[in-house]
Each structure stands twice: as structure tokens, then as C-alpha cells.
């Protein structure tokens, strides 16, 4: 009897470590396996404690990631509302357009078969995303756009700054947490979407040439 209660009470305090530690961000299971293996085996009872919350947990076992989101609440949903624990953050359009492309770009590199991780380049990302913005006279100043782009990705942990060797530019691997964000029906969608901003954007270009 008393093993069993030392058992429930190092579940109770893994469970509360794991809630705690998924209010601040994503676990994944490449950077802390222990840690993965707790959520692992206590992810029912994470679900029906952070439920209490308003939140739900999204677990990708395959991918190896783990994080929280507020629950979707449908119309018919009389309860009362709750505070959102999980900040909705407002995102450039600059911003929404790279991380569509590196969602594309990871479907791409999963239909090739080949390595689990995308790896890109500064490079890449620049070229990958230049072509979609207003031309600029100043290169200088549009590759740092980009740049800032590329650094506010980071942050949201979408993409992850790699070490470089010696001599070589900067190198971001592609987070596959990206694909719980920009779903597949956004995905194939995307073309129409894209199609739109393009036009919008030349008709930007030829008021701004007009004036």
C-alpha cells in the first residue's frame, strides 16, 4: 500500500512538472527523452488536467513534439467562456507568407522520401521568400527584411538556428511542429492564396508607379 501511494505521489509531481513546463512551451523528444517518456505514460491524465484549463494537449508521437492550445469551442458550447492561457500572437504578413513556403517546402521534402530533417541555408530562406516581396532598389535593405523574418520564425520555434561550420552561412533546420500550424486544407489552398496576394501585389506596384 504505501509503495503505491510513493508511486501516485511521483506521478502527481511528474504530472505537475510536465503542465508546468507545457504552460512555457513545446517539449519535443529529441532534446529531453526522460522528459518524453513521462509525458508519454501520463499524457491521459496531462489531457484531463489541462481540460480544467481550457486547454488541450497536442501530442505527436510520430513527429515528437508536445504543446498546449486552447480548446476549440464550438457554437453550440453553452459553458461559459474562459481567459485564453495561450496567447493568439498576430503575425506580419511577411511573416504568415514564410512559414506557408517552409510549410510547403517540408511537404515537398516528405514526399522525396529521403532525410527526416529539412535543413536550409540563409540563402534558401532569402531566395525562398525574396520573390514574393515588393522589389526593391536596396538589396541590402530587403535581405535584411528577410533576415528579420527569419529571426522572428526562430523565435516562435518554427524554424531552429543550426551551428555553422567554418566558413559556411548561417543554417536553420525546419521545426516539423510547423505542419500542426499550417494544416493540410491551408496547405492546399495555398496556391489560390498565393495567387491573390501576387495580384494584390502588383496592383500595390502600379499605384505606387502611378503616383
Not at 484549463?53 to 505527436?60: A, I, N, R
Amino acid at each position: 500500500m504505501a509503495e503505491q501511494e510513493l508511486e501516485n505521489a511521483l506521478a502527481t509531481k511528474d504530472l505537475s512538472a510536465l503542465v508546468i513546463i507545457l504552460l512555457k512551451g513545446v517539449i519535443y523528444q529529441e532534446a529531453d527523452a526522460d522528459l518524453w517518456s513521462a509525458l508519454l505514460k501520463l499524457q491521459a491524465r496531462v489531457r484531463d488536467y489541462v481540460a480544467i484549463l481550457g486547454l488541450e494537449l497536442v501530442f505527436d508521437e510520430a513527429e515528437g513534439y508536445a504543446f498546449l492550445r486552447s480548446r476549440q469551442e464550438s457554437e453550440d458550447d453553452a459553458a461559459p467562456k474562459l481567459p485564453r492561457l495561450v496567447a493568439r500572437r498576430p503575425l506580419s504578413f511577411p511573416v504568415s507568407l514564410l512559414l506557408a513556403l517552409l510549410r510547403k517546402k517540408l511537404a515537398e521534402f516528405d514526399a522525396s522520401g529521403g532525410d527526416t530533417r529539412l535543413v536550409l541555408s540563409r540563402d534558401d530562406l532569402i531566395e525562398l521568400v525574396r520573390v514574393f516581396l515588393p522589389e526593391s532598389s536596396n538589396e541590402a535593405r530587403l535581405i535584411d527584411q528577410i533576415e528579420t523574418h527569419v529571426n522572428k520564425i526562430v523565435e516562435l520555434g518554427f524554424l531552429r538556428r543550426l551551428k555553422p561550420s567554418a566558413g559556411q552561412s548561417a543554417m536553420f533546420e525546419v521545426r516539423r511542429i510547423l505542419k500542426a500550424f499550417v494544416d493540410a486544407q491551408w496547405l492546399a489552398d495555398f496556391d489560390s492564396r498565393l495567387a491573390a496576394y501576387q495580384a494584390q501585389l502588383g496592383a500595390t506596384s502600379g499605384e505606387a508607379v502611378n503616383e
